[in-house]
């Protein structure tokens, strides 16, 4: 299950890529924008609670294919490079085994612990 799971996110990352060339900006946008929601993390320099919360928006795949869809709805080519960037990162993370966080510690996961595959 555990390959399954990544083949799909590995499929979900692809699919990021594809919509991603369908917008009208230079590929450099999609290598440059890949690692932004990563951001999220600087909530835990305040507390685990905080960075939590702050890193799973950026990471949440609802967000990220509402932002797109919101975009094609208004015709902004910005929300739905947004969206497809949060997806298409969220994606790869999994594909590690990066999954949301618990308020507990950075490294309590809904895949499990980081460091241990899922």
């Known amino acids: 299950m555990k390959v399954a799971l990544k083949i799909e996110e590995l499929f979900m990352f692809l699919l990021g890529i594809v919509l991603f060339g369908q917008l009208d900006f230079n590929w450099w946008w999609f290598l ?3 690692l932004a929601p990563d951001i999220g993390m600087l909530g835990y320099l305040f ?3 905080t960075g939590a ?3 799973n928006l950026l ?4 967000l990220a294919i509402g932002l797109y869809v919101i975009g094609i709805y ?3 080519q910005g929300l739905q490079l947004a969206g497809i960037m949060l997806f298409a990162h969220a994606s790869l993370d999994r594909i590690f085994g990066y999954g949301l966080k618990y308020f507990s510690d950075f490294k309590h996961t809904h895949l499990g612990n980081i460091g241990k595959s899922f």
């Open 32 to 34: 440059a924008l890949l």
């Open 47 to 49: 507390n685990p609670k």
């Open 53 to 55: 919360i702050t890193y």
């Open 59 to 62: 990471h949440h795949k609802g």
């Open 74 to 76: 208004l015709q902004n």
